[in-house]
């Protein structure tokens, strides 16, 4: 192609901007003075001092926090052995209804989730007396169950691309059994079962719609305490909030795109480098 | 796949089923067992007991009323209308944006790529709910957005037609408006997959061959990134079809989307049986497109099994 894509750059930059102007006007108008969030009056940096001094938030963002990460390591532990079932255990009974399992919470809707598992523990609480108060425990099982099935996929997706006669290789040579899952299986799985591990963790981090039906009063997550606030409009300390979220992702995104790309230049140098040995 | 040694070895030991039990019957008691509660309550009459429905009584044993007035009441016959209109509607213009976006990160250059590729996908990875809400920050009134919008309607429409401001917030405008926002994502990413996979040797053959670009474009391009096309729209349509958190912040509550009146029946109403109702419609309503999707994927490597 010689000719430069005048339009697909014309409707990328159109894209980019429809991404990036709602974000960038959040931003900016979180350092308004004015009480009335979408009218400027000023700059002014209050709403981050107040919101450095809400209890409720610190509270909520740390409820989230420990919810997140309970969640996304034994949605890891789980998921990881249901993909390692599934790509390495070829037949097995009910493998048929054991991968619709893994696959179903992926398409099912959020609020059929989250009303069919309020139902269940009104239903059992009924029955057994437990859980007596929803809150964390409630939650995070919630959020353990619809984010381990990612983290299968994942994992289940990158075994079955790695080269099994490596592990085969290693039990001729002589290799016991864990020793192949500790020197070969693991290592190969170990990129992906991390990267199910942060999804799984940003996922919870993220989650209002499941939470909101799984949990009871006192237990209020940051998403949630965003979700009520929100839903009677727009006020200058969610945008804030909201700053802060962008930025602190942006720049762990930059961070961790940078390494990679840093990880790929290497490699690329070593592979060439090999080559030019040989030759 | 033949048996290697390595999960032989996990058989005899026992170790398989360990492995298979746990995350199976996690999956069983949380994901399957409610589901199957949602299922039997579906059939279930409203009752003033808590928790609130029972079996029995007036109606026969089960009782397929709810299911009746899903066929027979406009509040869900309109709902679900209004669900797959507005998940259609974003999907078609997710396609639309994202197409020519995914096709233009594949003629810039690698350096761009990976930077461009990345702020895709950083959206993502900030919260669902305040994309949505910054969207609530320019559609409103006052907005700078909304003024902008407003002066350029007043410059070309008639005098007489002038506005003092857009309405934009809770309409179904403004729903499919954000769908589109959040959900452009998951369509450029596997359109993007799925192009940058094409050969530019065969674009090259085909110019050379004397065809105009627009047409080597319909003719080689678009039907080599049909996966895509359709992965990104599943990817798509199937969240955007169940939202609840979009209609709740922007949308028009006189005119909701299934989530919300599934949500509306259960909370606000405490009717158990139609809200369970509703969500197994819902559910029949998302799983027949992923059923033909993974037909068309069988027959796909079906075909391509047959080379």
Redo the contacts between chains.
């Keep these: 192609?010689n000719?430069r894509?005048v339009?697909?750059?014309t409707?990328?930059c159109?894209?980019?901007a429809?991404?990036?102007?709602?974000?960038l006007?959040?931003m900016v108008?979180s350092f308004n003075g004015s009480r009335?969030?979408?009218?400027w009056g000023g700059f002014s940096t209050k709403w981050y001092v107040s919101l450095w001094t809400n209890k409720q938030v610190i509270a909520a963002l740390l409820l989230s926090l420990k919810i997140a990460l309970v969640s996304a390591t034994m949605a890891t532990i789980?998921?990881t052995?249901?993909g390692?079932?599934l790509a390495?255990?070829?037949?097995?009974r009910?493998r048929f209804v054991?991968s619709g399992?893994?696959t179903?919470?992926l398409?099912?809707?959020?609020?059929?989730?989250g009303?069919?598992?309020l139902?269940?523990f009104?239903?059992l609480a009924?029955w057994t007396g437990w859980p007596g108060q929803r809150g964390f425990t409630t939650v995070t099982?919630?959020h353990?169950?619809?984010s381990?099935?990612f983290v299968?996929t994942i994992v289940q997706a990158r075994l079955g691309q790695a080269d099994?006669a490596i592990?085969?290789a290693a039990?001729d040579l002589g290799s016991r059994?864990w020793q192949?899952?500790r020197d070969v299986?693991l290592p190969t799985a170990f990129p992906a079962i991390l990267s199910g591990w942060l999804l799984a963790f940003?996922i919870s981090?993220?989650d209002?719609?499941i939470t909101s039906f799984t949990t009871g009063p006192g237990s209020t997550t940051l998403?949630l305490l965003?979700?009520s606030k929100?839903?009677l409009?727009?006020t200058p300390d969610?945008?804030a909030?909201?700053t802060i979220?962008?930025v602190v992702?942006?720049i762990?995104?930059?961070l961790a795109?940078w390494i990679l790309?840093r990880a790929e230049k290497r490699k690329l140098l070593e592979e060439r480098m090999a080559f030019r040995s040989n030759e | 796949?033949?048996?290697?040694?390595?999960?032989r070895?996990?058989?005899r030991k026992g170790w398989?089923d360990l492995?298979?039990a746990?995350?199976?019957l996690?999956?069983?008691l949380?994901?399957?067992?409610?589901?199957l509660?949602?299922l039997a309550?579906s059939v279930a009459s409203q009752k003033p007991t808590?928790?609130p429905f029972g079996y029995g009584g007036e109606d026969p044993w089960i009782s397929l009323r709810g299911y009746q007035r899903l066929f027979t009441d406009d509040l869900y016959i309109r709902s679900f209308f209004i669900s797959l209109m507005n998940a259609g509607l974003a999907t078609i213009l997710c396609l639309l944006?994202?197409y020519?976006?995914a096709?233009?990160?594949t003629?810039?250059s690698k350096s761009w790529r990976?930077i461009?590729l990345?702020?895709?996908?950083?959206?993502f990875?900030?919260?669902?709910?305040?994309?949505?809400?910054?969207?609530?920050?320019?559609m409103?009134k006052?907005?700078?957005?909304n003024q902008l919008l407003t002066d350029i309607w007043n410059f070309v429409v008639p005098l007489n037609w002038a506005l003092k401001s857009i309405p934009m917030m809770n309409t179904n405008f403004a729903v499919v408006l954000v769908m589109v926002?959040t959900y452009?994502p998951f369509m450029i990413l596997p359109l993007y997959s799925s192009l940058e996979r094409l050969d530019?040797t065969l674009?090259e053959a085909a110019m050379d061959l004397g065809s105009r670009?627009f047409r080597v474009f319909l003719d080689v391009t678009l039907p080599q990134s049909m996966p895509g096309i359709i992965a990104g729209g599943l990817l798509v349509f199937?969240?955007a079809?169940?939202?609840?958190?979009i209609p709740?912040?922007v949308g028009d509550a006189s005119s909701p989307m299934i989530?919300r009146v599934?949500?509306d029946e259960?909370n606000s109403a405490r009717d158990?049986p139609m809200?369970?109702t509703v969500?197994v419609a819902?559910?029949v309503l998302?799983?027949l497109p992923?059923m033909l999707y993974s037909r068309y994927q069988a027959k796909a490597e079906g075909r391509e099994a047959a080379k």
Excluded: C
Excluded at chain 1, 107 to 113: A, F, K, L, Y
Excluded at chain 2, 30 to 35: I, S
Excluded at chain 2, 142 to 145: I, K, L, P
């Design positions: 192609m000719r894509p339009f697909l750059i409707v990328l159109f894209g980019f429809f991404f990036y102007i709602p974000i006007s959040m108008y009335l969030a979408t009218v789980l998921g052995m249901a390692f079932a390495r255990f070829t037949k097995f009910g054991f399992l893994v179903a919470p398409i099912m809707p959020e609020v059929i989730t009303i069919s598992m139902m269940m009104i239903l009924d099982l919630a353990i169950t619809f381990m099935v299968t099994r592990e085969e039990m059994p192949v899952l299986t940003t981090l993220d209002v719609v998403p965003i979700w929100v839903k409009g727009v969610i945008n909030l909201a979220t962008v992702v942006g762990g995104v930059a795109g790309n | 796949m033949a048996e290697t040694r390595l999960s070895w996990f058989n398989s492995i298979i746990m995350p199976y996690w999956l069983v949380w994901f399957m067992v409610p589901f509660i949602v309550i808590a928790p944006l994202g020519p976006m096709l233009g990160l003629r810039v990976s461009l990345m702020l895709v996908i950083l959206p990875w900030t919260s669902f709910l305040l994309r949505v809400y910054a969207w609530m920050g320019l409103g006052s907005s700078w957005f926002y452009l530019p674009d670009p199937i969240p079809a169940g939202e609840l958190v709740t912040l989530g599934i949500a259960f158990w809200a369970s969500a819902l559910l998302m799983v992923t």
